[in-house]
């Protein structure tokens, strides 16, 4: 049995206080780097250690790190994404409202290991509870002197501020967060400069997810190489596996990373409903490819998905049975992207809104000949041309769909109705 | 530097430089559509992308810099299907309403579907539609939302070039619109950029709706009237009829930007208040008679007062040559050095002469500004130079300069400062000397007197020592105050010490009249002939004398405060104005009108009706800006062509040929008379024009220059410090929608002027229990004027501004020669009286279009 | 503590102050219920920073109304996870129940029917958010019995309201 790192306290019915935190061990990895480490090295434990972005693209977070600047005339700042929008994601709300110490301690010792003295932790407005916890939280760390001014006696000042979002996926995305934060319409910037040079006020800045974050205090206190001893040496930690649709038993998992999709579906989420057959996964979020279900045997870590074509993004597994359309659904995410696009690009503007009339027609059985190599087309089109990741992931979606199940679509196309209907 | 491919063509760019700049200089047409020459790349619109070896995905040439040995490819096939991907994509909600489109033949969305368009696409569902009708933003300017591809250039051009931020981005996605506050843009500047830089039909001018096809169009490359900073413009007109101004990206100082007086403010070439025909007055009134007639008239009253004095008063709004020979004929003919260029004030030449001989800097303004230090030294360069104050701007943000201000009245610019230094209306001369004190060694200070210093000027000082370079532009409104010559003496005294403190130092003044620069080169001035030359100077006297043909008189001349007093002594015979209108704009009406209506002889040259013509014994019709061509010499020192763009209206003669007319009715002629002769001559005879030739004029104009003489002498003592006023006074100057003449006579500015406004402090307007746009008397030892109150959150305690040119508003009639800043109170105006009868009722105007059809 | 007081001390976590205009457009939402103009020229007022600025940042985010909504708004998520588990046939029930369209508020003010993107509550789905608090696990039954309830609750505070603007009794 794989023993709960992260969702320890998870279950505990006061989970979010401190007293509870600090009795499983809580805030010793903070005492520990202040005592025992310059930030330098725990830049280079988390280094060792592999970890790897939880937000989505899977970057190595002791690399990002150490490109922030030695020495800048400029503050440094250390952003948390807690805007966790991605469609079939919830693991990050479920740390903050249940454990949300591990995140206030993950934040100083970050912090502590790039000089930074202030963190915003941005959350989606909607996270009301979150939201409230967090605050609770961060204001008894304060009191017990885990942050503010001389934490714990050392010369390390540091404070955390919750920025509330409003509404906006696009805020995700790390650069469109810092416009957001700036007081600005969130839309993403060009890059270089990255952010660890010049991010938020021009300002050195480290940006990290929740999940990521949760995981430092366990690799100080445990060792980099206990972490990369769980699942793929390139890939590797515990982590927290969303699962959701339809399946018997949804909920957030603890595994190991490259677990195979079949195991985490079928065993520990119990497998689909009674009477159905699974038909498809969503791996990672709407913004990753869907795989038929021949293809669940994949391990569910960042390279082994991306070789098969899709990738593990936040690890939001949706599964999907064979009562569904697959037109449906496409359309369904297509009309997310479409939403939620920042307006910034042609491409992801203007194209998807093109794809939706093409698609959402299909779906009501008024698709026409030469409307799939309309999509075909448009997806030629967006994908690799936008400006940010978002318009990317909605093109390679489709395509999956498309390629995957297209003999659904033809069927809408040549019957002019939801064969499911 | 770093080598680049791009289709096989090698080439070698600075570090930094991004591909799309490295193909146009090779001559490889890339296209764009958020790409802003003068702004960081945005890498929206993604019609640039090109393919760089080893690398998968395309990338925005735009916003990527060229490594070495980059290898780039813009003409591949799939280059090809992504722009035509992209243009499909924009063309798939675009309305494409070309026929009724204002853009049609000119809009940058139609030329690149021409060249990398799709052939045909198969775009079939119901198109976006945002509104069935355009949106009136404001007066001028008026939105269609469905033909915006969201390049975002208005929006960056507002808020980054203007610094206006009155455009915005509502809404996201594929609702994203571009829009003002709650839909409006009532209050900002109307410059029009937004219209400008709008490649498609989105963002229109509500004045030139409808109303012609680009291809129906005559256009001339001419330069705006409206101030001293020079804009490059082009007129559309059909049929000798003005149409519209628009800019070009590559010319002129402005670089495609203009205020809201170069774009919007020409339609007062139209104006109704034209002088037809000559008129001479007869039994006290002024009736309209033929050239002859008053031909005959002028010879027998010239010869009348033939005896006494002889004075002259030209605009500084009139091209080179006709100033040039204007002074030729009042020294040649009239043998007077009774001249002046301003009705405003007067320049004490003792302190601008060698101030402007030492430091002046004819150089282009993006590179005098392009300094460590560059201090801005009085007015309000906002309202009075929009285009150099975006260019200050850039040079803030962008290029590291440090903005220093000193100013009493602020302006928007202060936000983009290092340093704003408010000190009291007048009180600038005091200020710079204890600059010059704090920057002067102590032993030197013996020299120039005892200052006392301040925060303010203390901070300026460190400042201006840490700058290895520092330019210096000065506000010409500073010549209005009695303490001019100690402010000039300031500045002088200011640049040499940072002179001997081995800075580079710049100087260039701030006028507000298109060809003030020019005016005073051309010696419309008393006391120096064409050059900037004194009079006094026996060599440059004879040398002119003789390739003029004639005796220049040695004595200095009046300027217009003497001038007037000689009027009013009963001792002027001939006073000739030319262009200029003196009644409303001289610092005391009470005092000018009686000068005016004493003189001998009064000649009003001018195109249109003033208020000083209906005071005149002859009014003679001239052509108009527009009219006849010439050249202006901007605040630069660069000289450009304006050109004619339809003949004179009415009987108007050309200036020259007016010139012509008076000079044979005294039997002389002035030779050369002709515009291109003229110009050839005065680059012959004014050293700084010299070398200058007419096809040298190319579409940027060229730099006149002068060779600088070392400054000599001691310093300037420090002046008294100014006394202090513990009550209101009053400071008037050009407002961003009205300066003067020209501006009062567009209908366009004068709707988007609005009524007339007294500015005042927050504290003030609390001590007088009064709130924005309460009705407000404004009372001086001399008058009294009513308007409405605008609160200045930044303005000092203690100033009141009142801008001029509202005609009707009477504004100099409160003001007594010599006492400026002018001391006022300021009270509620009574509930019910017939205030109002002063204000112009100018607010609201209709013009061109209805508004029917058009929400606002 | 004032809209003003509360947008200063929200302003103070940052260093320019225009960062703080999302906070202070929770803030003045919470407040008045909606964003109309004059608001968010107060905002822009207590910040110092652009009105467009302001106006950019209210229409830009979902959460943030110009126009005016019910007193509880009901928004329904209708993405992938939450349409798999039946949200379709869960907002017909609500459009019926309610007699209004998704986008539209009930008459008596009441109840304004939305749907949203993904809440980021999954393993609940499907789910609904009610002002601050997530409904999981939905079915006809439990909207029912959370309509009634929100029923109850507000015209207990329709009375409050009544009872605090009319004029005290004899
Ligand atoms: C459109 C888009 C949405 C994103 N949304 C999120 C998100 O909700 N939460 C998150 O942590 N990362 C999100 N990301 C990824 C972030 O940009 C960024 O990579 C991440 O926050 C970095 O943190 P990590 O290295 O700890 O993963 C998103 C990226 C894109 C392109
Ligand atoms: S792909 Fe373009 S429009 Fe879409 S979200 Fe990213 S930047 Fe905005
Ligand atoms: S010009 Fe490069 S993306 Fe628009």
Redesign the pocket.
């Known amino acids: 049995m794989f023993e709960a790192v992260l969702l320890k306290n998870i279950d505990l019915p006061d989970g979010h206080l401190l007293a509870t935190y600090e009795a499983g061990g809580g805030y010793q990895a903070l005492a520990k780097v202040l005592r025992e480490h310059t930030p330098d090295e725990v830049v280079e434990l988390v280094k060792q250690s592999n970890l ?8 190595p ?1 002791g690399m ?1 790190w150490g490109f922030v600047p030695k020495h800048a005339d400029k503050p440094k700042y250390l952003c948390c ?6 469609p079939g ?1 919830f693991k ?1 709300r479920i740390i903050m409202e249940r454990d949300p110490h591990q995140l206030v301690e993950g934040l100083a010792v970050s912090a502590y290991a790039i000089g930074a003295e202030t963190a915003y932790v941005y959350v ?1 407005g909607e996270y009301v509870k979150a939201i409230r916890r967090l605050e609770r939280a961060i204001a008894e760390a304060r009191g017990k002197g885990y942050l503010g001014a001389g934490v714990l006696g050392s010369d390390f000042n540091f404070t955390i501020h919750i920025h509330c979002g409003a509404g906006a ?9 810092l416009e957001s934060l700036e007081g600005r319409r969130a839309q ?1 910037r060009l890059k270089p400069p990255f952010p660890a040079v010049a991010g938020l006020y021009a300002s050195p800045t480290v ?7 949760a995981c430092v205090p366990h690799i100080v206190m445990r060792g980099p190489h206990w972490f990369r001893s769980i699942g793929p040496d390139k890939s590797p930690g515990p982590k927290l596996y969303c699962i959701s649709g339809q399946v018997k038993k949804p909920g957030l998992y603890e595994l190991p990373m490259g677990i195979p999709l079949r195991e985490l579906v079928e065993d520990h989420a119990g497998g689909p409903l009674p009477g159905r057959r699974i038909k498809a996964v969503i791996p990672g979020g709407v ?1 990753a490819p869907v795989i038929p279900r021949d293809g669940l045997d994949v391990g569910m870590d960042f390279d082994s998905l991306a070789a098969a074509g899709s990738m593990l993004g ?1 690890a939001g597994v949706i599964v999907l049975d064979d009562s569904t359309c697959m037109v449906k659904v496409a359309t369904r995410i297509i009309e997310f992207f479409h939403h ?1 696009s920042c307006g910034k690009c042609t491409p992801c503007r203007e194209g998807l809104n093109w794809v939706v009339k093409v698609l959402r027609r299909i779906e009501a059985g008024e698709g026409a000949p030469g409307d799939l190599e309309q999509l075909d087309k448009l997806c030629k089109g967006i994908f690799g041309n936008t400006f ?3 318009g990317d ?1 909605a093109a390679m979606g489709l395509r999956a769909a498309l390629a995957h199940f297209r003999d659904e679509f033809v069927a809408h196309v040549e019957e002019r109705r939801c064969p499911f209907h | 530097m770093v080598g680049i491919t791009i289709d096989g063509q090698r080439l070698d760019v600075e570090p930094g430089s991004t591909i799309l700049q490295a193909a146009q200089r090779l001559g490889i047409d890339i296209p764009t559509f958020c790409y802003l020459k003068r702004l960081p790349p945005l890498a929206s619109c993604r019609m640039c992308l090109v393919e760089i070896e080893g690398l998968r995905r395309l990338q925005p040439s735009c916003a990527t810099a060229v490594t070495d040995g980059m290898v780039v490819r813009t003409n591949t096939p799939l280059i090809d299907e992504t722009r035509s991907s992209m243009l499909d994509m924009l063309l798939a909600n675009h309305p494409l309403d070309c026929p009724i489109c204002d853009k049609g033949g000119e809009c940058e969305l139609q030329d690149m579907v021409v060249a990398y368009g799709p052939r045909r696409s198969e775009f079939r569902d119901p198109k976006r539609v945002f509104h069935s009708r355009d949106i009136r933003l404001s007066p001028v300017i008026i939105m269609n939302v469905n033909r915006c591809i969201q390049c975002q250039r208005c929006v960056r051009m507002c808020e980054e070039v203007v610094g206006a931020v009155a455009l915005g981005t509502v809404e996201k996605g594929m609702d994203t619109a571009v829009t003002g506050f709650e839909g409006s843009l009532a209050s900002c500047d109307q410059c029009g950029n937004c219209v400008e830089v709008c490649p498609v039909g989105a963002l229109m001018s509500f004045p030139y709706r409808y109303k012609a096809r680009p291809w129906d169009l005559a256009e001339t490359d001419t330069v705006c009237p409206h101030c001293g900073t020079g804009c490059q413009l082009t007129v559309g007109a059909r049929k000798g009829e003005f149409m519209r101004v628009r800019s070009k990206e590559e010319h002129g100082v402005n670089r495609e930007t203009l205020c809201v007086r170069g774009r919007f403010g020409l339609d007062f070439v139209e104006s109704r208040d034209r002088i037809k025909r000559p008129m001479v007055r007869r039994d006290g009134a002024l009736v309209p008679v033929s050239w002859e007639e008053a031909g005959d008239y002028l010879r027998r009253s010239l010869a009348a007062v033939e005896n006494r004095a002889a004075g002259g008063l030209a605009s500084a709004r009139l091209p080179n040559e006709v100033l040039y020979q204007f002074q030729k004929l009042m020294r040649t003919v009239f043998r007077t050095n009774n001249l002046d260029c301003s009705s405003r004030w007067s320049a004490p030449f003792d302190a601008v002469g060698p101030l402007l001989a030492s430091f002046y800097t004819r150089a282009p303004l993006q590179e005098v500004i392009d300094r460590d230090c560059v201090l801005v030294i009085g007015g309000n360069v906002t309202e009075e130079n929009p285009v150099t104050e975006y260019l200050l701007r850039d040079a803030a943000r962008r290029r590291q300069a440090g903005l220093l201000m000193l100013s009493a009245r602020p302006s928007r610019l202060d936000a983009d400062a290092r340093l704003v230094v408010r000190v009291p209306p007048g009180g600038e001369a005091a200020s710079l000397a204890a600059v010059v004190a704090g920057l002067l060694p102590s032993e030197a200070l013996a020299d120039i007197g005892e200052t006392t210093g301040g925060e303010g000027p203390d901070r300026l000082v460190a400042a201006l020592k840490e700058g290895r370079s520092v330019t210096l532009l000065v506000s010409v409104g500073l010549l209005r105050s009695p303490e001019a010559r100690a402010t000039m003496q300031q500045v002088n005294n200011l640049l040499r010490v940072l002179q001997l403190l081995g800075k580079e130092v710049a100087l260039q003044f701030l006028f507000d009249r298109a060809n003030q620069l020019g005016a005073w080169d051309m010696g419309v001035l008393p006391a120096a002939l064409p050059g900037l030359r004194p009079v006094a100077d026996e060599a440059t006297r004879s040398a002119l004398g003789r390739s003029w043909n004639a005796e220049i008189p040695s004595e200095t001349g009046s300027d217009i405060d003497a001038m007037l007093d000689l009027c009013v002594d009963d001792r002027m015979g001939l006073l000739y104005i030319a262009g200029t209108d003196p009644l409303v704009a001289y610092p005391d009406r009470n005092f000018a009108k009686r000068a005016l209506g004493a003189a001998g002889l009064l000649i009003v040259q001018d195109t249109f009706l003033t208020d000083t013509a209906g005071l005149a014994d002859v009014v003679l019709p001239a052509a108009g800006y527009g009219e006849e061509a010439g050249t202006f010499t901007n605040n630069e020192g660069r000289v450009q062509k304006v050109r004619k763009f339809r003949e004179p209206a009415f009987e108007a003669r050309g200036n020259l040929e007016i010139f012509d007319f008076i000079a044979a009715l005294r039997h002389q002629t002035l030779l050369p008379s002709s515009q291109a002769e003229i110009f050839e001559e005065l680059t012959r005879l004014v050293p700084a024009y010299q070398g200058l030739t007419d096809d040298g004029l190319g579409s940027d104009g060229a730099f006149t220059t002068a060779i600088p003489t070392p400054p000599t002498g001691v310093f300037f003592a420090a002046p008294r410090p100014p006394s202090v006023h513990d009550g209101l006074v009053l400071v008037t100057g050009d407002g961003l929608f009205h300066n003067g003449y020209y501006s009062e006579r567009s209908e366009i500015l004068n709707t988007v002027a609005g009524d007339p406004y007294v500015e005042l402090s927050t504290p003030d307007a609390a001590r007088l229990d009064l709130s924005d746009g309460d009705l407000v008397v404004v009372r001086s030892a001399r008058g009294e004027l009513t308007a409405k109150l605008k609160i200045n959150r930044s303005f000092p305690r203690g100033l009141v501004f009142v801008p001029e040119n509202y005609r009707a508003l009477h504004l100099n009639g409160l003001m007594r020669w010599g006492e400026y800043p002018c001391p006022v109170e300021v009270q509620r105006a009574p509930a019910i009286s017939e205030i109002g009868s002063h204000a112009p009722a100018v607010g609201g105007k209709n013009f061109g279009q209805g508004m029917a059809g058009d929400s606002l | 503590m004032s809209m003003r007081e509360k947008i200063r001390q929200a302003a103070a976590r940052y260093p320019d102050q225009r960062s703080a205009i999302m906070p202070a457009l929770l803030i003045a939402q919470q407040e008045h219920g909606h964003l109309p103009g004059p608001i968010l020229e107060e905002v822009a007022d207590i910040l110092g920073v652009e009105r467009i600025w302001v106006y950019e940042l209210a229409t830009f985010y979902t959460l943030f109304h110009t126009e005016p909504i019910g007193r509880f708004h009901l928004q329904l998520c209708d993405n992938v996870s939450c349409m798999l588990c039946g949200s379709e046939a869960l907002l017909k029930h609500l459009e019926r129940a309610l007699a209004i369209k998704t986008g539209e508020t009930t008459p008596d003010l009441l109840f304004t029917l939305s749907t949203v993107e993904c809440l980021g509550a999954c393993e609940m789905a499907p789910v609904m958010q009610v002002a601050d608090d997530y409904h999981g696990n939905l079915d006809i039954a439990r909207i029912d019995a959370l309509l009634a309830r929100l029923r109850a609750e507000g015209a207990q505070a329709m009375s409050a309201d009544v009872a605090a603007a009319a004029p005290p009794g004899e």
């Open positions: 790897r972005g939880r937000g989505g693209a899977g970057f977070t990002k994404n807690a805007d966790e929008g991605e994601t990050d989606r996926y696009i805020c995700g995305e790390e650069t469109a967060m993403p940006i990290n997810n929740v999940e990521t974050l913004s936040s939620e940010c990741a978002l992931g």
